[in-house]
T-cell receptor, first 114, second 111 residues
Framework: NAGVTQTPKFRVLKTGQSMTLLCAQDMNHEYMYWYRQDPGMGLRLIHYSVGEGTTAKGEVPDGYNVSRLKKQNFLLGLESAAPSQTSVYFC?????????????FGPGTRLLVL | RKEVEQDPGPFNVPEGATVAFNCTYS??????FFWYRQDCRKEPKLLMS???SGNEDGRFTAQLNRASQYISLLIRDSKLSDSATYLCVVPRDNYGQNFVFGPGTRLSVLP
């Protein structure tokens, strides 16, 4: 099992460019999450999904969109990147409702927006 | 009060020492809590879950004080490999769909 994988590992964008971050899990988990982590701050939830075809907003959703067309994949899109979106992005998944379940994290994507 | 607050650290302790971190939370309805460990430039990994008054796993003990709304993590006989940032995690809602991560407490265990 690869667990949770993220593509790409690192990316540099110019302001206004768009990109998609891909998260894939092979554990048949229902729940998937996208977080961003900034220095001195805890991980903040961007969007999450409780199953294939569903998505919901988290704490900091502005400027991001997501899609969960397949159970194993969760895509995070930036339509028009801004320097404030420079961050480390982590994807996570869990089998079911998170309050009893471990979240498994991917290795992260480091994004720099110039 | 912030949703989740942690001792900022860093905690610099010698090998073999006992160290404790605190985490306070604002949502009194929270039923479960987690400690995750994050190594430098790596992803967080679950260290321990806390559902009742506490949990123990080897050298690690987590204790929950619901009345005062804090969770503590105690590490006994610290190892060099324990050096990491420890994240306190609390559900934001009662459905387990949304979580609040604390900013983390950094621990350095020194030889």
């Amino acid at each position: 099992n690869a667990g949770v994988t993220q593509t790409p590992k690192f990316r540099v964008l110019k302001t206004g460019q768009s990109m998609t971050l891909l998260c894939a899990q092979d554990m048949n988990h229902e729940y998937m999450y996208w977080y961003r982590q900034d220095p001195g701050m805890g991980l903040r939830l961007i969007h999450y999904s409780v199953g294939e075809g569903t998505t919901a907003k988290g704490e900091v959703p502005d400027g991001y969109n997501v899609s969960r067309l397949k159970k194993q994949n969760f895509l995070l899109g930036l339509e028009s990147a801004a320097p404030s979106q420079t961050s480390v992005y982590f994807c996570a998944s869990s089998y079911s409702r998170g309050w009893q379940e471990t979240q498994y994290f991917g290795p992260g994507t480091r994004l720099l927006v110039l | 009060r912030k949703e989740v607050e942690q001792d900022p650290g860093p905690f610099n302790v010698p090998e073999g020492a006992t160290v404790a971190f605190n985490c306070t939370y604002s949502n009194s309805a929270s039923q479960s809590f987690f400690w995750y460990r994050q190594d430098c430039r790596k992803e967080p990994k679950l260290l321990m879950s806390v559902y009742s008054s506490g949990n123990e796993d080897g050298r690690f003990t987590a204790q929950l004080n619901r009345a005062s709304q804090y969770i503590s993590l105690l590490i006994r006989d610290s190892k060099l490999s324990d050096s990491a940032t420890y994240l306190c995690v609390v559900p934001r809602d009662n459905y387990g769909q949304n979580f609040v991560f604390g900013p983390g407490t950094r621990l350095s265990v020194l030889p």
